[in-house]
């Protein structure tokens, strides 16, 4: 079961929530760079404090618990078998990557704030890093460049990461205004003023 999950569940679920085109997946693998730790995030209970509570309660406790391992290992000294040396060395290897893993979580988490109207796409985009099924993480990084050019500009999620921007063209676009609650910063447009039509002149008769 636990080979399932980690080689072949969210191929096979990522297929079941796809639909015209549309990729709605619920549940999301976050992964080390080898795939070999994986922290899964269920989508409708996502929060601002979702990250740090899987650094919190999952990545530190780990990395504690790897480092007295590798703390125990290496004060055995020259008389470690290779076995131990081999265990050792994947130790070390895994604590790399968790603490890269954690560093990306926490370097996302101060602006990230999921919001279930942007959809599952939209939200998961700026943890593309994490992903390791590539078409999905190539989807979504593809969709992050879009929200970082601004084509998303009507998800909650741009105004977190890009509030300037999304202000500046509620001014101008009414329909952006009304979607982030801002219509007060709308703008309109001046009425054009028509212009007078000259009279025709009449020849002589």
């Given at each position: 079961m636990r080979d399932f999950i980690r080689r072949e569940f969210f191929d096979l679920h990522l297929s079941l929530y796809t639909r015209?085109?549309?990729?709605?997946?619920?549940?999301?693998?976050?992964?080390?760079?080898?795939?070999?730790?994986?922290?899964?995030?269920?989508y409708p209970n996502l929060s601002s404090q979702t990250l740090y509570t899987a650094v919190n309660d999952f990545l530190d406790p780990k990395l504690a618990q790897l480092r007295?391992?590798?703390?125990?290992?290496?004060?055995?000294?020259?008389?470690?078998?290779?076995?131990?040396d081999r265990t050792l060395e994947a130790l070390q290897t895994l604590e790399v990557e968790l603490t890269e893993m954690r560093d990306t979580l926490l370097r996302i988490a101060p602006t990230y704030r999921p919001n279930q109207d942007d959809g599952v796409q939209i939200t998961a985009a700026p943890l593309w890093p994490l992903f390791r099924h590539k078409p999905?993480?190539?989807?979504?990084k593809e969709t992050w460049a879009k929200l970082e050019k601004g084509e998303y500009d009507w998800a909650h999620l741009a105004m977190a990461y890009w509030p300037d921007r999304v202000r500046e063209k509620c001014r101008?676009?009414?329909?952006?205004?009304i979607a982030h609650d801002l219509e007060r910063l709308y703008e309109p447009p001046e009425p054009r003023t028509a212009k007078p039509r000259g009279r025709k002149k009449s020849g002589d008769a």
């Open positions: 015209s085109g549309r990729r709605a997946p619920i549940y999301w693998p976050l992964s080390t760079a080898s795939g070999i730790y994986t922290l899964w995030l269920y007295q391992q590798i703390a125990s290992l290496r004060g055995k000294g020259n008389p470690r078998s290779r076995e131990e999905w993480q190539k989807l979504l101008t676009d009414k329909s952006l205004a």
